[in-house]
């Protein structure tokens, strides 16, 4: 079990955090996500550690960034 925090730019309400939030949740592997717009702080549990491209590219997907 990994679990992993990242900062992600953008989010400004619960709306955004649950884009970003499904975004994540359909990478392979992952168990929980949890985004808090207030701070940007996006909290990820997985299987195995996820690579960063892979989470960078569900972030901006949904239209927001991991810098």
């Known amino acids: 079990m990994s679990d992993s925090t990242y900062t992600v730019s ?3 309400c619960g709306h955004c955090a649950r884009s970003v ?3 994540i949740r359909a990478l392979d592997g ?3 996500v949890a985004a808090d717009p207030a701070t940007g ?8 550690a ?3 491209e892979d ?3 569900a972030v901006e997907e949904a239209g927001y960034r991991l810098p």
């Open 10 to 12: 953008g989010m400004t």
């Open 41 to 48: 702080a996006v909290t990820v549990s997985s299987a195995a």
């Open 30 to 32: 992952v168990t929980a």
């Open 55 to 57: 989470v960078r590219g």
């Open 50 to 52: 996820l690579a960063v």
């Open 21 to 23: 939030e499904e975004g």
